[in-house]
């Protein structure tokens, strides 16, 4: 007897590059999904043995608990220096890194430009959530003008603290690197309120593979997921969607920076 | 395979591992054709699961995959097509 | 560089010795007086004498620095990484996270004078911020303290060895001095050692893979890390204590000196024994762990005097005064700022605690 099974193709199924442990992040969250963008990438690549992610302090410290690849655990913004440091022994090994926007673009902002400006050949995901979520909810160099955090309970005052940082814009100043991406992650609204598209998904994995192709190719790829925080930005999953498309996709533009291969034109 | 044994089976396939779901809405929102929806019934973590089913709102599922690539919890665990 | 004879700086000569024990990367950023370190690496690496070494990065700041060592040694190579205080300050961090990891890699610091900025003179000012887990969170790593420039050359080798063995972070403490002191030494042979990489970072293979992380969320599994990291030290001190004595067979006083001032302490020994007093010196090669069985079987032996000669404001005394429980008086001759006690007035400091220079004191107590 053929069962109900062997009648189906799978298209899309589990990924061996997930260990299939369930995850600490918050309903609806980005680093979720990019967590599967990764592995997803990496099973296209054939990379697992191959590869370690470097995971940062912030909401993705836990990433290797998920990803089944090697991996360290960096300090709290070092990530591209530990990568570097990896990389510069073993150039046949695939390292990237995940990181939030406080990681990456406030305490770790000079190892990210650094590794950026010698074009170390790795490859870092940034997950822009315009705030510290896994220290619940304070200002991150990325928070827009007049947000609620933690410790701007009135509202972030750009005279105060200066403007929002772009870290895209920032990396892509320098001659270093070859890849520079930002890629809005999120479901976004469309006209019909019930539905919502999954473009930044898609684009998204295509920019998780790239980056790990331009890796490969011996330069540096960075990619910005503009992502959300639903828990700390106190809104429900879909008014954090709602909300990331109306102010920061405007603050932080979706775009290639750079693109010295060539890896987007094939 | 003889013809006789698929008619009248979905097109297609998603399977959805209940106890994986936060209940975000996501594939919800995202599915073109509304196969998806929240139950009433809550899992072991205290979520609403989605549940699946072929003939949505909007038509019936296409293995478009669009609910597998937003789910952040990897709850969605495989979309299939039947074989032609 | 490749005579096995040579006349160089200490500075030099650790980072030749260094590579004749197959460093595989260096990052630094540089500093006084420590900067002939990266200087002679970065010529090293440009000529490709060093096949093994692969890596030399001049980093933008220690922090960097450090965690580019990091990321090395978690492939279970050889990197290294040498400063001087202000850079060995932002090295904590990643010691003590290198130090969680369980990562073997070699952090020189060669000590000038602070607080702050303080100048480039020689101190061993960095002995607390060395021995006792100078970063965050509760460790220990192995400190050892060459005196000479053959020293210099040869503890790297030894530094791996200890660091490998022990999967944890060496640190070599040396001072301005010693970095700027040439002299002539013979390179030994270092036979190419082969260390157990097995917990490295290279690639899953299968199901087994390597996770390196300081990260124990559950409290039980964080309290049995550290356990671990304990019991591991109380085994590093019974199996790892160095030192070198002279002259302490028969001392009335022995003094405690190590680095520079141990060089200054044996020429004071030497004059002492000419005019037949009866000093000896005992010389911390592994200031962690410190010496305490040896110090300890010179007291039990009868030494009641001990003079601790440092260049700071009082630091090893306490390791001194912690093992003699005050079984032996402890007094200690101390010079900062950059400035060293000539070997006379080391000399007069050990003859006042013998017996005839208590003698003396008293008669001059006496005529006042
Ligand atoms: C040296 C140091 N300083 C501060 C912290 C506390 N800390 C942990 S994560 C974090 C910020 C996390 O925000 P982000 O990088 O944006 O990551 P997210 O959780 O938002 O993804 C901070 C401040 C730390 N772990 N180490
Ligand atoms: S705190 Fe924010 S960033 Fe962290 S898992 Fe929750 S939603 Fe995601
Ligand atoms: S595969 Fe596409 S059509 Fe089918 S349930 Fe998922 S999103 Fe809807
Ligand atoms: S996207 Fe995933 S977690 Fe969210 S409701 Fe759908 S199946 Fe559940
Ligand atoms: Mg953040």
């Known amino acids: ?266 | 395979m003889p013809e006789s044994l698929v008619v009248g089976l979905p097109k297609s396939r998603v399977v959805v591992d209940a106890e994986r779901c936060k209940g975000c809405d996501l594939c919800v929102v995202v599915c073109p054709q509304r196969n998806l929806h929240l139950s009433e019934r809550f899992n072991r973590m205290g979520y609403h699961p989605v549940e699946f089913r072929y003939h949505g709102g909007r038509g019936d599922c296409t293995a478009c995959g669009l609910c597998y690539w937003v789910c952040p919890d990897f709850a969605i665990t495989e979309v299939s097509r039947l074989r032609p | 560089m490749n005579a096995d004879r040579d006349f160089l700086k200490g500075n030099e000569a650790l980072a030749y010795g260094a590579l004749r024990t197959g460093l595989n990367a260096y990052y630094g950023y540089p500093i006084t007086p420590s900067s002939e370190i990266p200087e002679t690496l970065a010529a090293e690496f440009g000529r490709g004498t060093y096949p093994e070494f692969r890596a030399f990065v001049q980093a933008a700041s220690e922090l960097e620095a450090i965690n580019m060592t990091i990321g090395t040694a978690a492939t279970g190579a050889k990197a290294m990484t040498a400063t001087s205080g202000p850079g060995f300050s932002l090295k904590q961090e990643g010691i003590s996270y290198a130090a969680a990891m369980e990562l073997p890699l070699l952090i020189v610091d060669v000590n000038r004078s602070g607080p702050g900025l303080g100048n480039l003179g020689p101190e061993q000012s960095d002995y607390f911020q060395a021995t006792k887990g100078g970063g965050h969170g509760g460790y220990r790593n192995i400190v050892l303290a060459p005196d000479s420039v053959p020293e210099m050359a040869l503890f790297p080798s030894l530094g791996f060895e200890l660091a490998f063995r022990y999967r944890m972070p060496v640190i070599l403490l040396a001072d301005a001095f010693l970095g700027q002191l040439k002299e002539d030494l013979t390179f030994p042979e270092v036979p190419a050692r082969e260390f157990d990489t097995s917990w490295a970072v290279t690639g899953a293979r299968g199901d087994h893979r390597h996770v390196l992380s300081s990260l124990h969320l559950e409290l039980p599994d964080q309290s049995r890390h550290v356990e671990h990291l304990r019991s591991k030290y109380e085994e590093i001190v019974g199996a790892e204590q160095r030192s070198e004595e002279i002259a302490t067979a028969d001392a009335e006083v022995v003094i405690v000196a190590y680095g520079i001032c141990a060089r200054l302490a044996r020429a004071a020994v030497r004059s002492l024994r000419d005019r037949s007093v009866r000093v000896g010196l005992l010389r911390p090669i592994t200031l962690a762990p410190f010496p305490q069985d040896r110090l300890n079987a010179l007291i039990d032996g009868g030494v009641r005097n001990l003079l601790v000669v440092e260049l700071n404001s009082g630091q090893m005394v306490e390791d001194v005064r912690l093992v003699a429980e005050g079984r032996a008086r402890v007094e200690s001759l101390e010079r900062v700022g950059g400035l060293l006690p000539s070997s006379g007035e080391v000399e007069a400091a050990a003859e006042d605690l013998t017996s005839s220079g208590d003698l003396r004191s008293a008669l001059e107590a006496m005529v006042q």
């Open chain 1, 1 to 266: 007897m053929i069962g109900a099974q062997e009648l189906y193709e799978t298209k899309l199924g589990p990924l061996p590059t997930l260990t299939g442990k369930p995850t600490h992040y918050c309903a609806g969250c980005e680093h979720g999904t990019l967590t599967r963008l990764i592995a997803s990438a990496l099973e296209d690549l054939g990379a697992r043995e191959r590869t370690v992610l470097v995971s940062s302090v912030g909401c993705s410290v836990l990433a290797h608990e998920y990803l089944n690849v090697d991996a360290v655990q960096a300090p709290h913004g070092r990530a591209p220096a530990v990568m570097a440091g990896i990389k510069r022994v073993r150039p046949d090994l695939l390292v990237f890194s995940i990181q939030g926007d406080g990681d990456a673009a406030s305490i770790g902002l000079l190892e990210l430009l650094y590794a950026a400006n010698r074009g170390e050949p790795i490859t870092i995901f940034l997950v822009n959530n315009a705030i510290y979520g896994m220290t619940g909810g304070q200002m991150a160099p990325t928070t827009p003008e007049g947000m609620v955090t933690t410790t701007t309970p009135f509202g972030r005052d750009l005279h105060q603290t200066g403007p929002p940082l772009d870290a895209s814009k920032l990396v892509a100043s320098l001659e270093g690197p070859a890849y520079v991406k930002r890629v809005f992650l999120p479901v976004t609204p469309t006209p019909s309120p019930e539905f919502f598209n999954a473009r930044g998904a898609l684009e998204g994995a295509r920019a998780v593979r790239h980056a790990f192709e331009v890796q490969q190719k011996g330069g540096f790829a960075f990619v910005e997921f503009v992502s959300t925080c639903s828990v700390n930005w106190k809104l429900s999953v879909l008014e954090s969607k709602r909300y990331a498309a109306k102010v920061l996709a405007p603050l932080f533009p979706a775009g290639l920076y750079r693109d010295r291969f060539g890896v987007e034109a094939r």
